[in-house]
């Protein structure tokens, strides 16, 4: 008998590659200063500034510098913001707890304004806490000194490089792009291709949305980053091409796959490829795969000034835009009140059992609570799970490491590793992040009580209270929190779909690259929403775990679609406009079918061969959203997003 698929999603982990540099930097950042304390005889200070550099850590990124300094850079502040108002407040009873109940709810409220602002207030509540615990050790202004320069030196290690490497991360993701693609093409044709694509799509989006954000700001006047947009526009051809040989099943010749590879390097190196070997003769996709890789050798032996794609200079808003736009798109709706409101409500839970309970150091249970709930971070369930596993398996770390009383350079050594796996663990799964960084915080908060096994006990105790009180309030309890809320996006994702097969398909298609990126990149979010939803055991999980199989059928339409374009592009004739219509029809009335909560209708025919292709995938996806047994699931069909009204 196999497991739940959501236990499975909730165990295994991602795979991801080795981010072997920033792994590096979280080791010098974080053991640094405790090297430094323990050397000098003055190992308080260096804790707090080991303490300062964990929240530049946690908070770093790899990619363009700019983006690093946005995200650390307001993190950090936050975070010493908190470190100071938690040191202020100190251990002050209901005082306290007001205090950490209000700036849980104004967290909340301000996650919603994007994920620099998410991560920032949830660094500004999770310091707070932990501010109220160093207030008994060190006065506020010399803790938060020290955590500015620890900060700061985990800043330095990021962005060090920033004057001698302006335009490496920029130039590592669009290599990565031709990387993904060569991998793409050389999958063509079997199972991993699928997932190979997908990869292509966020390797894509990582650069669009690099560069773009920065030649926002340069206004088109830097040579490098005009070059690496031309290179990545005039890459479209070839992904479209590879994206139509996975859907035909077809492996171009093997010197193609070395000159997209040989293109990578030259991109990272920011060097002239040369002279490829690229083929003259071959099919459709095969002569506009060509087409592209020669194209981008013409970029990268260009100075960058030639003429190509550009997007006219915008005018950068105001700091009140800004305001008013948030406060426009953010504060106007309910959902971000609603996570805040959960969010303090379970947090002032927390701190009155913190203070009703004889817990010892219970600000462990309000952190537990806090970083469980976080509201734009997954699945809640999923997280208090992972939290709760995590934090015993690192707690019984940690401690045990407490209870022997090593020296100082021991703990020295121990911090460094375990910061060196931070990175790692990170981006596979949270319960392995869990357990990574607690016994790194134990060090950090407890080294005053080494030699104490009742510490293990104690942060067993309070993580265990802590998941109880998210799952009870915060998840079965709070209304709506177990129903699916992913089959509006999932109506509209089709309707993308469909979006693009009426103008993809059509003669002389204006706008069709930019379009089949939109598609792309929304049926990449899309399912990295199912995926979060997969972990859940509720109704929201079955539904996500039934419909999965009209993504994957969702996704390969789009690739059949893109397929008869690059034809289309090569000078085979567009398919009749009847079929079009019919395909167009099929997708919207699948998604008016999601939304209304009925099964789909079946696709009808066409008489054009090529579109019957796309027509069958079609039905694929009609099937999926059907399954074995959705008409006899009341509870189920309850759920579906209810139709639209005017």
């Given at each position: ?484 809320r992913i089959g509006g996006r999932l109506a509209d994702a089709v309707e993308a779909v ?96 999601v939304r209304s909560g009925k099964p789909p209708p079946d696709p009808p025919d066409v ?40």
């Open positions: 008998m196999s497991a739940p698929s959501w236990l499975t999603e909730l165990l295994v982990p991602t795979k991801a590659p080795i981010d072997w540099k920033r792994a590096c930097r979280a080791a010098a950042a974080i053991a640094g200063p405790i090297a430094v304390g323990v050397a000098s005889g003055h190992i308080l200070p260096g804790v707090l500034a080991a303490i300062g550099a964990l929240c530049g850590t946690v908070t770093s990124i790899s990619g363009p510098y700019r983006d690093r300094a946005r995200r650390s850079g307001l993190s950090v502040l936050a975070g010493a913001i908190g470190f100071y108002l938690g040191g202020l407040a100190g251990e002050h009873g209901w005082w306290t707890a007001v205090l950490i109940v209000g700036v849980a709810v104004f967290s909340g409220v301000i996650s919603a304004a994007g994920n620099n602002a998410s991560l920032a207030s949830l660094q500004l509540l999770v310091y707070v806490i932990l501010g109220t615990h160093e207030s008994v050790v060190v006065s506020p202004a010399v803790a938060v000194a020290w955590f500015a320069v620890g900060a700061g030196w985990a800043l330095l290690l990021s962005l060090g490089a920033w004057p001698l490497r302006a335009t490496a991360p920029e130039r590592a993701l669009v290599a990565a792009v031709f990387d993904r693609l060569a991998t793409l093409l050389t999958l063509s044709g079997t199972p991993e291709a699928r997932a190979a694509r997908h990869r292509l799509t966020t390797a894509l989006n990582s650069a669009y949305d690099a560069l773009l954000a920065a030649r926002s700001r340069l206004s088109g006047r830097d040579q490098v980053y005009r070059r690496l947009f031309m290179v990545l526009t005039d890459a479209t051809p070839a992904v479209e091409a590879a994206v139509a040989m996975g859907s035909a099943k077809h492996r171009p010749p093997r010197s193609v796959v070395d000159a997209v590879r040989t293109l990578a390097e030259a991109v990272r190196a920011d060097r002239d490829p040369g002279e490829l070997d690229l083929p003259d003769q071959g099919s459709p996709a095969v002569l506009t795969l060509v087409a592209g890789l020669r194209a981008v050798v013409d970029d990268l032996a260009g100075d960058g000034t030639a003429d190509g794609p550009d997007r006219p200079d915008r005018r950068r808003r105001t700091w009140r835009e800004r305001l008013d736009f948030w406060f426009d798109d953010v504060l106007a709706g309910p959902t971000a009140w609603l996570h805040a409101l959960r969010l303090g409500v379970c947090v002032a839970v927390a701190e009155a059992v913190a203070l009703a309970a004889p817990l010892e150091r219970s600000y462990w249970l309000v952190l537990t609570v806090a970083v469980v709930l976080k509201p734009d971070f997954g699945s809640v369930f999923a997280r208090a799970v992972q939290r709760g596993g995590g934090t015993l398996v690192g707690a019984v770390v940690g401690a045990g490491v407490l209870a022997l009383s090593p020296s100082g350079w021991v703990l020295v050594v121990f911090a460094g590793v375990i910061a060196f796996l931070l990175p790692i663990t990170q981006v596979r799964q949270y319960g392995m992040f869990t357990t990574t960084l607690t016994p790194l915080v134990l060090i950090l908060l407890e080294i005053g009580h080494a030699g104490g096994w009742d510490l293990l006990v104690a942060r067993a105790l309070d993580t265990v209270v802590g998941c109880v009180i998210v799952l009870v309030f915060g998840y079965l309890l709070w209304p709506g929190s177990r129903k699916p469909a979006r693009y097969a009426d103008l993809a398909l059509r003669p002389d298609p204006e706008g069709r690259n930019a379009l089949r990126r939109r598609t792309y990149r929304q049926l990449s979010d899309l399912r990295t929403e199912l995926q979060r939803a997969l972990v859940e055991p509720s109704a929201a999980g079955r539904l996500a775990a039934a419909w999965y199989p009209a993504i994957i059928g969702l996704e390969r339409v789009t690739g059949a679609v893109t397929r008869v374009a690059v034809e289309i592009a090569q000078g085979d004739p567009a398919p009749p406009d009847a079929d079009v219509e019919r395909v167009v029809t099929a997708l919207d009335g699948i998604a008016d079918a008489e054009s061969e090529r579109l019957d292709r796309v027509m069958s995938l079609v039905g694929v996806v009609v099937a999926g959203l059907r399954g074995p047994d959705l008409d006899r699931q009341p509870l189920v069909r309850r759920l579906l997003p209810r139709p639209r009204t005017t």
